[in-house]
């Protein structure tokens, strides 16, 4: 499958929602029927439950094992909840109390985001593509602001994937689309949206120039990307050394490393440095504050010896014309 390209600029109305044929690129119209065949090529593209199915059947069944392994993981972990406020509370709190640490961060992530950046772009509304959403709270909370996001994901599943957004649909004047696709191969015409985030999602990549181009060909020149809670480390040993820890952890407490998806797993100074140069960007970094004990983590790991930990910048660029 390729991705799909469009020759010409498409400008699309405020009330439409813009979608490709998966596998030849050919607009579509879904706000005519759940049900989409290609006027090119034949394909059809199917809405079910809500959730439009863009991944070809190569790319689903390459996925498989991913999926089965991650939402197990997750399910594990204790994500996801069956009561609708436990999705309406984040990203600012986790009401299980499962995973309460993990979700200030991405609060804090989140309103500095919001305040710091998305209120400076100059467009209102913004079309954003919300760029592995999982359960959709971003975009949920992008709804709320007045933007229209789409959320896009490979995960479908009612408590930690894009079915779980149903919860927010009767919160929303009008339920923002949800999509299943690779983040490799996106099923939106060439300069659709305003802005793409990549939602703790753009380290699951496993190249990461073909997952930056994707969102590029997407986002309109003068838009903006964004990375938010991917993995950064000042060196490639520290970051190697984290994914051996965690796989040598899913070894000894699930009975599988989970390396179906060669991922990149995180992010450093050289890695970004590649991707400037191949796309002639330039970045903006973002150091949002976590508080005292997060900003002391890379000073105890040193008097102990240990790996540098992870930090969360967020890491911004301005699609070139």
């Known amino acids: 499958m390729t991705s799909p390209q469009i020759s010409n600029l498409i400008t699309f109305a405020a009330d439409t929602f813009p979608l490709c044929c998966w596998s030849c690129g050919t607009p579509l119209d879904p706000q005519t029927s759940t049900i989409q065949p290609c006027s090119q090529c034949g394909t059809v593209t199917l809405q079910q439950e809500g959730i439009w199915c863009a991944l070809s059947p190569h790319l689903s069944q ?6 089965a392994e991650y939402e197990f993981i997750r399910n594990a972990e204790g994500r996801g909840s069956n009561e609708a406020e436990y999705y309406l509370a984040l990203p600012y709190k986790d009401l299980t109390g499962k995973l309460s640490a993990q979700w200030k961060i991405r609060g804090a992530t989140y309103r500095y985001f919001e305040r710091r950046i998305l209120r400076r772009l100059p467009r209102r509304p913004l079309r954003i593509l919300d760029l592995g959403s999982g ?3 971003l975009s949920y909370r992008l709804s709320l602001l007045g933007h229209r996001p789409v959320a896009v994901d490979i995960l479908t599943n009612d408590r930690d994937g894009l079915g779980a957004a149903a919860h927010y649909a009767t919160h ?12 490799e191969c996106l099923p939106f015409p060439d300069a659709s949206f305003d802005l793409a985030i990549f939602n703790a999602s753009f380290h699951y990549a496993e190249d990461y120039r073909r997952t930056l181009a994707e969102a590029i060909r997407c986002v309109r020149p003068g838009g903006s990307i964004v990375i938010a809670d991917t993995p950064w480390y000042p060196h490639e040993s520290s970051g190697k050394e984290m994914v051996d820890e965690k796989h040598m952890h899913f070894l000894a407490t699930y009975g599988f490393a989970s ?31 976590y508080g005292l004990q997060w900003a002391l ?7 102990k010896g240990r790996r540098t930990p992870s930090q969360f910048h967020i890491f911004t660029v301005e699609v070139p014309a």
């Open 62 to 67: 390459s996925f498989n094992r991913f999926v």
């Open 259 to 289: 390396r179906s998806l060669a991922s990149q797993e995180f992010l450093t100074p050289k890695r970004l440095e590649s991707l400037a140069t191949a796309f002639g960007i330039h970045w903006n970094i973002f150091k949002p504050f």
């Open 135 to 137: 359960n959709g709270w």
């Open 172 to 183: 929303l004047p009008a339920m923002f689309p949800r999509v299943q696709a690779s983040l």
């Open 297 to 303: 983590r890379p000073l105890r790991a040193k008097l």
